[in-house]
């Protein structure tokens, strides 16, 4: 416990003294270097941009003038996170601040999420602080909505606003309904649907993001109780059912070029399953989220607390891998029976991919790894697992 604490401590105090800001891997196309060349209209100098510094193991985003920002899901994120924080000092651990402290950085946090969704569609929804070119399918302006990001804020605002009762969070959230419902395209697939990773033509193959869609509706269903939400989300958990394999597994997306397997993704779709079954009491995917669950711990963590990235082979190891497992014990009331394993974890990647400054790294690679602080990637998605790996804890 007492190692625990001194790594979310850490991190706490590095993420506070950036006022949560910072550099993302995807976040190339701000380079102020690259805004005033001609190569930005063209889709493959951006997606080669992108890339080169998502790749590169040494930061060059101070030299070509990317400025540090915030990032509506780190916000989230973090959001979240002191939500977690505050439920232990309710219960007398102050360790992280007292009631009163966490309150005001909720708050703090709340209103910044606000500030920042885009107010162009049906309904409240979030997008990232840069240009993201997409292969060369399309590019997402910055700001362009995703289901992805919208959840998160959702989870967030909800859970600030059952500690604050500020009725404009519960608001907010709710509005993210007609979001998903008006906005996000729908494909049709076997018994269901899968929802559009963001309100343009051509990417609505994802399941995580499908899922993740699904999951703001159950989560709003116990506020609204409309049942057309309720029935919305259950055909959008059908078609990722009926797709996942006999063994368990998920492949991210239905086209050739998204057959892998990978951990933290196949944790988004358990984390949004079981979700929805809390959150209204349909039972029926039930078996789905055990096959899966058993799937998700046999296949992604070594012996010794290593995670890996995707079912057949363990590197790039991706600080999202380690960290949606603290998430996952929780939501899917598993972490009793996987303490030890958890314990694992939690020291390799403190140990091997936390540094001395309290930040989390991106990736470790065989050859040359990336140890770049990245906000929304690392970061406050680590804020965010381990307030919940605290609350497991005590």
């Not at 399309?138 to 909800?158: E, I, M, N, Y």
């Not at 007609?178 to 559009?196: A, C, I, P, Q, W």
């Not at 609505?204 to 869609?213: D, E, K, M, R, Y």
């Amino acid at each position: 416990m007492k190692q625990l604490n001194t790594s979310f401590t850490s991190l706490k105090s590095y993420c506070e003294s950036q006022n949560f800001a910072g550099w993302d891997p995807y976040d190339g196309l701000n380079s102020k270097i690259f805004k005033a060349l001609p190569f930005k209209h063209w889709d493959l100098a951006r997606l080669a941009w992108i890339q080169g510094f998502k790749r590169s193991p040494i930061n060059f985003r101070k030299l070509l003038m990317v400025p540090k920002q915030h990032n509506a899901k780190g916000i989230g994120l973090f959001l979240n996170g002191y939500c977690n924080l505050y439920k232990l000092a309710e219960q007398g651990i102050t360790t992280f601040g007292s009631k009163e402290e966490i309150l005001l950085r909720i708050n703090e946090l709340a209103e910044l999420l606000l500030e920042m969704q885009n107010k162009d569609y049906s309904g409240a929804c979030w997008g990232y602080n840069f240009d993201w070119q997409a292969r060369r399918l399309f590019l997402f302006p910055a700001h362009t909505p995703t289901v992805v990001a919208t959840s998160f804020c959702v989870t967030a605002l909800l859970n600030a606003y059952e500690i604050t009762k500020h009725q404009n969070y519960l608001d907010t959230a709710l509005s993210a309904g007609n979001f998903v419902m008006n906005d996000l395209n729908r494909t049709e697939y076997k018994s269901g649907f899968l929802f559009s990773y963001s309100p343009f033509n051509g990417n609505n193959t994802v399941f995580n993001a499908s899922l993740l869609g699904a999951k703001v509706l159950s989560q709003l269903y116990t506020y609204n109780n409309k049942e057309e939400y309720k029935t919305t989300a259950s055909l959008a958990i059908k078609a990722a059912v009926e797709a996942q394999n006999e063994d368990g597994s998920w492949v991210y997306g239905m086209l050739p070029v998204q057959s892998w397997i990978d951990s933290f993704h196949t944790g988004y779709n358990l984390d949004a399953i079981q979700t929805y079954q809390d959150k209204t009491g349909d039972t029926q995917f039930k078996e789905s989220i055990e096959k899966g669950f058993k799937y998700y711990m046999e296949n992604f963590f070594l012996e010794d607390g290593t995670p890996k990235y995707y079912h057949d082979k363990t590197y790039p190891i991706d600080i999202h891998c380690p960290g949606q497992l603290f998430v996952n014990l929780s939501v899917n009331k598993k972490f009793e029976e996987n303490e030890a394993l958890a314990g694992k974890v939690f020291n390799w990647v403190t140990e091997n991919m936390q540094d001395k400054k309290g930040y989390f790294y991106y990736q470790l690679k065989e050859g040359m790894s990336s140890k770049i602080s990245y906000m929304r990637w690392s970061n406050a998605f680590m804020f965010n697992a381990l307030s919940y790996y605290l609350l497991e804890q005590r």
